[in-house]
């Protein structure tokens, strides 16, 4: 099956800082996803972006569907963006959302 | 955005027992999925639920461990049959939102297997 490898695994940031979260896929994907899971547990719909860039306030994504690669960038840190980001990724042709889950990077901002 | 809920939102249970994880969803969906979040990993989908027919169920897991019902457009149930502690984990459903091509999760329930 298609393997998601993200990094880095862990990342420590003072708040303010910028942060580059990198998501690599084995295969062909027709659908692109990054989740942030806050400290309860629950999970957030960050982006969908199976290729190009998007741009949400202090988050923006890049994905390279042809070099299978995928960048969250986090800018001007705060608190609140501690937790673990994930990319999740369908197959091309499953034909619905079958999503196969990153490995994560844990993110920690401290004040 | 969908909103979805889960009950219970933790549980303890002991060796062998077994419990039903609902899921409602405030709008209808075709498609409703289960994960699988085991402690400090990654979500692992353990099966699709199609309203009106069998669930499909990924590699590693079966229905007679995890039977799930779907008996109509809002509303799921997942049962976690004769648990042992390696089933302490977060199971998480989730819909897509086909509008918008992304998916929706609940919030969580928290097992716990003594």
């Known amino acids: 099956g298609i393997q998601v490898e993200q990094s880095p695994p862990d990342l420590i940031l003072q708040e303010g800082a910028n942060s580059t979260l990198r998501c690599n896929f084995s295969d062909s994907v027709n659908n692109l996803q990054w989740f942030h899971q806050n400290p309860w547990g629950q999970l957030i719909n960050l982006f969908y972006i199976p290729s190009g860039t998007k741009q949400n306030g202090r988050l923006s994504a890049t994905t390279v569907a042809t070099e299978r690669y995928s960048l969250l960038y986090i800018s001007s840190s705060q608190t609140t963006d501690s937790g673990v980001y994930f990319c999740?990724?369908?197959?091309w042709g499953t034909g619905f959302q079958k999503l196969v889950f990153g490995t994560g990077t844990r993110l920690l901002v401290s004040p | 955005s969908a909103v979805i809920s889960q009950k219970p939102s933790r549980d303890i249970c002991q060796r062998g027992t077994s419990l039903t994880i609902q899921c409602q969803v405030d709008s209808q969906v075709t498609m409703m999925f289960w994960y699988r979040q085991q402690p400090g990993q990654s979500l692992t989908l353990i099966a699709t639920a199609n309203q009106g027919s069998e669930a499909t169920y990924e590699s590693g897991f079966v229905i007679d461990k995890f039977p799930i019902s779907r008996p109509n457009l809002t509303f799921s149930t997942l049962t976690v049959s004769n648990m042992s502690p390696e089933d302490s984990s977060i199971y998480l459903c989730?819909?897509?939102?086909?509008?918008?091509?992304?998916?929706?999760f609940g919030p969580g329930t928290r097992l716990t297997v003594l």
């Open positions: 999740a990724v369908e197959r």
């Open positions: 989730s819909v897509e939102d086909r509008r918008t091509d992304t998916q929706y």
